[in-house]
């Protein structure tokens, strides 16, 4: 399983709505991915995407690709909302977003994704890896859910990574955070698995 792991703390702008101006939020995402080595075309999912609003900024910079958006949420993540935010998104970058990508939403649950075996050259997961309940389940669920020579990117805070503490700074969630060595024990751990 290709996994790379973007180590960062999350710094992410916590909208109230479709708020966030376009130089922002494409400022924001189009190092993240060139760092995937995203190309037109690929298959890309957002794994955990919560309402979908920065799978949707991200798909603004991409062409001809199908994407993905993926929750256990159903609360948060349906096609109602996701069809406002890509109308908005349209408008605001005056590109059809429907028409330069596919969009599908996946609803999983704690262990499998519910994403299409074999299908995709990119997997995303932003702020997810200390909210995986059953993280060996999920994480083989999604190493299944790549082509040959896809890659899973990771971004998330963990644990002693840039004075981050031993828990998520974000009140709504308060989860436990891994430390850096105790992810790649895992990850070690799945890919022996494959």
Not at 6 to 28: H, K
Not at 92 to 105: G, P, S, V, W
Not at 149 to 177: M, Q, T, W
Request: hydrophobic content about 40%.
């Amino acid at each position: 399983m290709g996994i790379r792991i973007l180590f960062s703390v999350i710094i992410m702008f916590f909208l109230f709505g479709c708020a966030q101006r376009t130089r922002g939020y494409q400022e924001t995402f189009q190092p993240i991915l060139q760092f995937m080595d995203y190309k037109p075309g690929m298959a890309f999912a957002d794994v955990g995407a919560g309402d979908g609003e920065h799978t949707i900024q991200m798909a603004t910079l991409m062409t001809n690709s199908a994407v993905y958006v993926q929750d256990i949420d159903t609360m948060t993540l349906n096609e109602r909302k996701i069809s406002k935010v890509i109308d908005i998104y349209s408008k605001q970058t005056k590109r059809d977003l429907r028409t330069a990508n596919t969009f599908k939403i996946t609803i999983g649950d704690i262990s499998h994704t519910n994403l299409p075996s074999s299908t995709f050259d990119l997997i995303y997961s932003n702020a997810t890896v200390h909210n995986f309940i059953s993280i060996d389940s999920i994480l083989t669920d999604l190493g299944r859910k790549l082509k040959p020579g896809g890659v899973i990117y990771f971004r998330d805070s963990f644990k002693g990574d840039h004075n981050e503490g031993p828990i998520c700074s974000d009140p709504k969630c308060a989860r436990p955070l891994l430390t850096i060595d105790e992810f790649l024990v895992i990850m070690k751990r799945m890919d022996s698995k494959r």
